[in-house]
T-cell receptor, first 114, second 116 residues
Framework: DGGITQSPKYLFRKEGQNVTLSCEQN?????MYWYRQDPGQGLRLIYY???????QKGDIAEGYSVSREKKESFPLTVTSAQKNPTAFYLC?????????????FGPGTRLTVT | AQTVTQSQPEMSVQEAETVTLSCTYD???????LFWYKQPPSRQMILVIR??????QNATENRFSVNFQKAAKSFSLKISDSQLGDTAMYFC?????????????FGQGTRLTINP
């Protein structure tokens, strides 16, 4: 089945530790995205990538880092510099062909930092 | 910058009723896309319906339809014959039309409850 997988579903970390969230897609999509969702709010874009070895900051990139070494994978690292890391994180991907703009979402990772 | 506003934090209707969720947006772009996403308790984001701004005809997907008013920058979602499985958070989202990857700009969401 084609889709996007995110692991783990729940993640717990101590304050001051870096943590990496996994995102893998087998849809052969060029673009991948990371969004953050806080309670009672919509999603906000953290980072996105259109091609391997290239990525751009979104609206709330501070305290986060990403890599895109493979087309299928776009891991997100939440660093200790992120002031409020506890949130729900969603990965998405999309094709970049003409007329193809829909973003498909993974199941998300709930990160709790204490 | 684009903004999306959903003015109804929560709504509740009886099963089989029709419900309309409101969304307004602000943009200076002339060509863009609008979406309604559903997020059930599983928290999986599911695309419900999409609208291209250049199309005058309102999009329809089975029981879901939109009322797209470009001049008023309004994009409401109508759910007909509501079902218990429609219970979810609903997000309105905007995407600029352009080359390459484009971000989605989301509203705050409307929590919809369908009562038996």
């Amino acid at each position: 089945d084609g889709g996007i997988t995110q692991s783990p579903k729940y993640l717990f970390r101590k304050e001051g530790q870096n943590v990496t969230l996994s995102c893998e897609q087998n849809l052969n999509h060029d673009a991948m995205y990371w969004y953050r969702q806080d309670p009672g709010q919509g999603l906000r874009l953290i980072y996105y990538s259109q091609i391997v070895n290239d990525f751009q900051k979104g609206d709330i990139a501070e305290g986060y880092s990403v890599s895109r070494e493979k087309k299928e994978s776009f891991p997100l690292t939440v660093t200790s510099a992120q002031k409020n890391p506890t949130a729900f994180y969603l990965c998405a991907s999309s094709s970049l062909g003409a007329g193809a703009y829909e973003q498909y979402f993974g199941p998300g990772t709930r990160l709790t930092v204490t | 910058a684009q903004t999306v506003t959903q003015s109804q934090p929560e709504m509740s209707v009886q099963e089989a009723e029709t419900v309309t969720l409101s969304c307004t947006y602000d943009t200076s772009e002339s060509n863009y896309y609008l979406f309604w996403y559903k997020q059930p308790p599983s928290r999986q984001m599911i695309l419900v319906i999409r609208q291209e701004a250049y199309k005058q005809q309102n999009a329809t997907e089975n029981r879901f339809s939109v009322n797209f008013q470009k001049a008023a920058k309004s994009f409401s979602l109508k759910i007909s014959d509501s079902q218990l499985g429609d219970t979810a958070m609903y997000f309105c989202a905007f995407m600029k039309h352009g080359q390459g990857a484009q971000k989605l700009v989301f509203g705050q969401g409307t929590r919809l409850t369908i009562n038996p």
